[in-house]
């Protein structure tokens, strides 16, 4: 997991993870937004428990990020099968 601090009281989050791993977890009094992806599975990731599917894509292995919002407490895992990214930005 990659974090970096901004001068504006954010910090940029960057996981990547698999078989369902934990990627990220929001902490107290923080919030998420940004982009959950993965590259090779029919699923996104799993947000809190529950696993994100993506829709069929007219071309394989092509699916658009799904944007997310999560706030303090949530999780996030990486698919049981394929590789799972998430990219965003941590804010107070």
């Given at each position: 997991?990659?974090?970096?601090?901004?001068?504006?009281?954010?910090?940029?989050?960057?996981?990547?993870?698999?078989?369902?791993?934990?990627?990220?977890?929001?902490?107290?009094?923080?919030?998420?937004?940004?982009?959950?992806?993965?590259?090779?599975?029919?699923?996104?990731?799993v947000i809190n428990g529950q696993c994100m599917y993506m829709p069929y894509a007219s071309?394989?292995?092509?699916?658009?990020?799904?944007?997310?919002?999560?706030?303090?407490?949530?999780?996030?895992?990486?698919?049981?099968?394929?590789?799972?990214?998430?990219?965003?930005?941590?804010?107070?």
């Amino acid at each position: 997991m990659g974090f970096s601090s901004s001068n504006q009281g954010s910090t940029s989050v960057t996981c990547v993870g698999s078989g369902n791993q934990l990627m990220y977890t929001v902490p107290a009094q923080k919030s998420f937004e940004g982009y959950l992806w993965n590259t090779s599975s029919n699923a996104y990731g799993v947000i809190n428990g529950q696993c994100m599917y993506m829709p069929y894509a007219s071309s394989y292995y092509v699916h658009d990020k799904l944007h997310v919002c999560l706030t303090a407490g949530d999780t996030v895992r990486a698919d049981p099968s394929g590789t799972t990214m998430l990219q965003g930005v941590e804010r107070a």
